[in-house]
């Protein structure tokens, strides 16, 4: 549908040691990500909030890779969501394949 992508270069900036409380009640540590366009646009950073489970591991992946590239389609920019969070959420996915 799209054929054409923008890159994104995506890090973890801080994941926070301090233990929190997450949305299910287990253990989460609050995530920040920067995530820097490689064609074109604006860097900036992406508040993930508390993260537990399976998401804390794939930032601690993320983490140790220091970045990932992932493509997103330049017409979902426009479209209705959040745009942001899905770039990170691609970057998590390509992070935990290679383990």
């Known amino acids: 549908m799209y054929n054409d992508v923008y890159r994104y270069r995506v890090n973890v900036k801080s994941l926070e040691r301090l233990p929190l409380i997450g949305p299910s009640g287990g253990f989460a540590q609050k995530a920040t990500f920067h995530v820097k366009p490689l064609d074109n646009g604006i860097e900036f950073d992406f508040d993930g909030g ?19 590239v992932v493509e997103f389609p330049i017409g979902l920019l426009n479209t209705p969501g959040d745009w942001k969070k899905e770039i990170v959420n691609l970057a998590l996915e390509e992070a935990a394949k290679h383990v």
């Open 50 to 68: 508390p993260v537990g489970g399976d998401t804390l591991h794939r930032c601690l992946l993320l983490q140790q890779r220091h970045y990932v």
